[in-house]
């Protein structure tokens, strides 16, 4: 599967369009969604949010942005 174009907030509609930043949170993808399994919550994104500690949102593929999600 290719790499999103663009990485968006599912919260505060932050985005992440530079190719090497997208491919960085990728591949950090399993330690966010095991850290927010800690937690008790379920992930929705890939990564969190730059803005997270007062959004908590996370990056999610644009394309998905208008899915509706859980949380």
Known sequence: MAPPKKLICDRCGATLDEKDKIEL???GTASWHNFVKEQGNEPRGVFPCRNWIR???EMIDSKDKDKPRGG
């Open 55 to 57: 959004c908590r949102g």
């Open 25 to 27: 949170a990728l591949e």
